[in-house]
T-cell receptor, first 111, second 114 residues
């Protein structure tokens, strides 16, 4: 079945370092969404990308959708302790339209 | 975006019992989604709750174990029946956001079965 894969599973960085998580789908996606889940919290929607090659920025966060619409990345510049959490990508199933979540990348930031 | 009130926020239950989780949305929505998140894992869709019709269950989830009610466009319940320790998980309800296109999640129910 359709799969959405994310790497790395975990990332430890020193505060101020950059961080990137990568998302790959087994099929072409109509859109890709990104969520952040703080420890003990629930997933919170960050952004949706729709167009091939699209790049969107939210302050220190840069989201990119691949040209083939099968991969995406989230890059955080100069991480802060507030960036700690698990970042999930999610794409709609080509069969049902329901969201399929990647495994998530858990980011730890050392102050 | 929608605001979802989910309760209980957490519970510790004896095996063999059932727990009903409630989600109230501050606006009318066509579909509500129920997810399970096992410790340290991703989100797995259990079922889609449709108002006026039976819920649609994903592979591996059955109505007898996870009965769902959807009496109106702002409310849904998920029951975890005949619980075992393997049901210990976070259960989340969710709705789509027609403005931002993302999903809004309830705060989750952290269930521990002992």
């Amino acid at each position: 079945g359709q799969q959405v894969m994310q790497i790395p599973q975990y990332q430890h960085v020193q505060e101020g370092e950059d961080f990137t998580t990568y998302c790959n789908s087994s099929t072409t996606l109509s859109n890709i969404q990104w969520y952040k889940q703080r420890p003990g919290g629930h997933p919170v929607f960050l952004i949706q990308l729709v167009k091939s090659g699209e790049v969107k920025k939210q302050k220190r966060l840069t989201f990119q959708f691949g040209e083939a619409k099968k991969n995406s990345s989230l890059h955080i510049t100069a991480t802060q302790t507030t960036d700690v959490g698990t970042y999930f990508c999610a794409g709609p199933s080509s069969n049902t339209g329901k969201l399929i979540f990647g495994q998530g990348t858990t980011l730890q930031v050392k102050p | 975006s929608a605001v979802i009130s989910q309760k209980p926020s957490r519970d510790i239950c004896q095996r063999g019992t059932s727990l009903t989780i409630q989600c109230q949305v501050d606006s009318q929505v066509t579909m509500m989604f129920w997810y399970r998140q096992q410790p340290g894992q991703s989100l797995t869709l259990i079922a889609t709750a449709n108002q006026g019709s039976e819920a649609t269950y994903e592979s591996g989830f059955v109505i007898d174990k996870f009965p769902i009610s959807r009496p109106n466009l702002t409310f849904s319940t998920l029951t975890v029946s005949n619980m075992s320790p393997e049901d210990s998980s976070i259960y989340l309800c969710s709705v789509g956001d027609s403005v931002n296109y993302g999903y809004t999640f309830g705060s989750g129910t952290r269930l521990t079965v002992v």
